[in-house]
């Protein structure tokens, strides 16, 4: 059973335009929920993560908004970058969790120039 | 600055094999991951530690061992490679407070002929 969701393996944009990646999740104890990013070869880098009784963060061009009655997440990247192609991960962890992460499959962002 | 280092980025061993991947990190983290990514899957968690000598299975412990004498140092064992088992290696490590996030090393491409 996926408890953490990214029904698009990959998304293509235009440099200066908007990037948004989704996440949807079931497990309703998930209370804390984060984003990485990762090269070809290299680990995942931690981008920006957001708790529960939040609706959005906000850093730099990196923005997460949550929606817990939709049980569903979104990373907007504003403007998009050649730099950000990567593959982006969502994650999450609730109470009970041990400090667990559940990652989703990954979505392949590409920003062409 | 957070470091996680993993002894190899590349390895090659034969089947039947026993396969040691050793995590050092050095923010005096409580906690360790150790996760295998392979492609359409995401990353998948194989044990975790949350103190020293402490370990707890994750989603796909089989045919693996874990161990964590010392705070710094998270190692997994491979007990007798086998071919399924050629995958990237990533290791992870946090903090002991609530909701933080995991950094990860850059991982070690093991490939089991």
């Known amino acids: 059973d996926q408890q953490v969701k990214q029904n698009s393996p990959s998304l293509s944009v235009q440099e200066g335009r908007i990037s948004i990646l989704n996440c949807d999740y079931t497990?309703?104890?998930?209370?804390?929920f984060l984003w990485y990013k990762k090269y070809p070869a290299e680990g995942p880098t931690f981008l920006i993560s957001i708790s529960s009784i939040k609706d959005k963060n906000e850093d730099g061009r990196f923005t997460v908004f949550l929606n817990k009655s939709a049980k569903h997440l979104s990373l907007h990247i504003v403007p998009s970058q050649p730099g950000d192609s990567a593959v982006y991960f969502c994650a999450a962890s609730g109470r009970g969790s041990n400090y667990k992460l559940t990652f989703g499959k990954g979505t392949l962002l590409t920003v062409n120039p | 600055d957070v470091k996680v280092t993993q002894s190899s980025r590349y390895l090659v061993k034969r089947t039947g094999e026993k396969v040691f991947l050793e995590c050092v990190q050095d923010?005096?983290?409580?906690?360790m991951f150790w996760y295998r990514q392979d492609p359409g899957l995401g990353l998948r968690l194989i044990y975790f530690s949350y103190d020293v000598k402490m370990k707890e299975k994750g989603d796909i412990p089989e045919g693996y061992s874990v161990s964590r004498e010392k705070k710094e140092r998270f190692s997994l064992i491979l007990e007798s490679a086998s071919t399924n088992q050629t995958s990237m290696y990533l290791c992870a490590s946090s903090s002991g407070q609530f909701n933080q996030p995991q950094h990860f090393g850059d991982g070690t491409r093991l490939s089991i002929l």
């Open positions: 497990n309703s104890m998930f209370d804390y």
């Open positions: 923010m005096d983290h409580e906690n």
